[in-house]
């Protein structure tokens, strides 16, 4: 049995996808009780999962050979998840698949810092493990950035031409659906990137080409950044830590291409010209309901 954590995100919603396309018996965890039973009623074997009740996750690992563990960005990250490996080896999981970040190793940036220390214990815990450390998400244009593309036709980084080679996260997932289902792969850390390494610019003539209208990048300072997050309600927190993240950007540390995602699919990753085409509408919705 597989049990796939976060199934509600972003990463953790395509995985389901491909595990239900595969076939495979798997346990999908939510950590929204609605979620949960809307997935239960498509047909998925769903719960509702909480990272900070450790008991409560017993029953819930109970029969799980197999697990995904990944969360998003929130405070006190890395102690919900060192839960949920503590939990898991009491349950007997054989092998946890960790969605990590990219440079994790290096514990270079905040991100790093979050997960490198659950990577440790999961190491010395005697479960089998496979590390999936991908570079930034395509996909985190059309969460984070769409609105002022639809509104303004830019967005607003202080990434100056920083080269990232971002991942779709479809890509991510299908490497864990071959990692979780598939054999050879136990003691590995995989770093995960798209087929090219590009600056901000690029990525907006890319996405301008792709809906047809004019979309522009501006490097702003690291003040008017936070500013601007904070204005829109994010903790100062996070807006440090994404600071921190796009200064690691500047410094060439996340230009590298890897190979990973072919070798383990068998497919080359998806191009952020395909990733922009596919997600067209996420910034033209304002522009198609004014018209």
């Known amino acids: 049995m597989i049990f796939v ?155 100056g031409e920083a080269r990232i080679s971002h991942i779709d996260v479809r890509d991510i997932a299908g490497v864990a659906a071959k990692v979780l289902t598939g054999t050879g792969h136990e003691g590995k850390a995989y770093d995960l990137t798209g087929p090219e390494a590009l600056t901000y610019s690029q990525i907006a003539e890319k996405l301008s080409a792709a809906t047809g209208k004019k979309v522009s990048y501006a490097a702003i300072s690291d003040a008017e950044f936070k500013r601007a997050m904070v204005s829109s309600r994010a903790p100062e927190e996070a807006a440090d830590a994404i600071i921190e993240l796009l200064h690691y950007y500047l410094s060439g540390q996340a230009s590298r291409i890897s190979p990973a995602v072919r070798q383990i699919t068998g497919k080359e990753p998806i191009s952020f010209s395909q990733y922009a085409r596919d997600y067209a509408a996420s910034f033209l919705q304002e522009a198609r309901a004014a018209g």
């Open 5 to 159: 954590t976060g199934a509600g995100g972003t990463v953790g919603g395509e995985l389901v996808k491909k595990l239900l396309a595969l076939g495979v018996k798997f346990r999908a965890g939510y950590h929204s009780s609605a979620k949960a039973e809307e997935a239960k009623q498509r047909g998925v074997d769903s719960v509702a999962i909480d990272f900070a009740n450790p008991e409560a996750l017993q029953p819930l690992l109970r029969g799980v050979d197999k697990l995904f563990l990944i969360s998003g960005n929130i405070p006190h990250q890395d102690e919900l998840e060192l839960n949920v490996v503590r939990e898991a080896k009491k349950a007997g999981v054989r092998h946890t698949v960790k969605n990590s970040v990219w440079g994790a190793e290096s514990e270079a940036f905040s991100f790093a810092k979050v997960h490198r220390p659950v990577e440790r214990e999961i190491e010395a815990s005697g479960v089998t493990y496979t590390f999936l450390r991908p570079n930034g998400y395509m996909q985190n244009m059309s969460s984070f950035y769409a609105q002022t593309i639809k509104t303004q036709g830019a967005f607003y980084l202080p990434a």
